[in-house]
Antibody, heavy 112, light 104 residues
């Protein structure tokens, strides 16, 4: 069974940084594209970033380009999202996803 | 960058109605599309994967079809618990804008 477990969310001040992690199990991690998606309070779902199975390609939504970095550690079956220069509008629940399978999400709140 | 256009954005319907939601991709995505249902304050729930496969435990009144650039989600007979917002998503990519299904 595919399991994705996010961690690392919390409260951070504007301009601060946070690193989200996603521990994956139940499938061959290195064989799949992985993604982060988010949902701000009261808003729709938004794809944030994805990474090719070998890490050779990474794509980002325009609003996070230059601030967020997606990465993987295939030895640890883990996905990461390094978030820098955080803004209030980055406040959201962040989900780790593999195709149509999602984790439970982790809440990031950017506020002073 | 593949974009998804979902329509309508809002749909008013009655219990028992047949409801169809459309999702169009800006280029072919084969059948790499999922449909989700989201109720207020809850996490999204997977309904359909690979365009037409029904997720385990999802009622059979939900069905998905399509391939390439045009996809549909159909609810054959709308039930009270189906009033929610529905999203399509290209695997590992963008979402459609959502369709809110309201009580008529």
């Amino acid at each position: 069974e595919v399991q994705l477990v996010e961690s690392g969310g919390g409260l951070v001040q504007p301009g601060g940084s946070l690193r989200l992690s996603c521990a994956a199990s139940g499938f061959t991690f290195s064989s799949y594209w992985m993604s982060w998606v988010r949902q701000a309070p009261g808003k729709g779902l938004e794809w944030v970033a994805n990474i090719k199975r070998d890490g050779s390609e990474k794509y980002y939504v325009d609003s996070v380009k230059g601030r967020f970095t997606i990465s993987t550690d295939n030895a640890r079956n883990s996905l990461y999202l390094q978030m820098n220069s955080l803004r209030a509008e980055d406040t959201a629940v962040y989900y780790c996803t593999r195709d149509e399978r999602w984790g439970q999400g982790t809440l990031v709140t950017v506020s002073s | 960058d593949i974009q998804l256009t979902q329509s309508p954005s809002t749909l008013s319907a009655s219990v028992g109605d047949r409801v169809t939601i459309t999702c169009r991709a800006s280029q072919s995505i084969s059948t790499w599309l999922a449909w989700y249902q989201q109720k207020a304050g809850k996490d999204p729930k997977l309904l359909i994967y690979e365009a037409s496969s029904l997720e385990s435990g999802v009622p059979s009144r939900f069905s998905g079809s399509g391939s390439g650039t045009e996809f549909t989600l159909t609810i054959s007979s709308l039930q009270p618990e189906d009033f929610a917002t529905y999203y399509c998503q290209h695997y590992n990519g963008h979402f459609g804008g959502g369709t809110k299904v309201e009580i008529k």
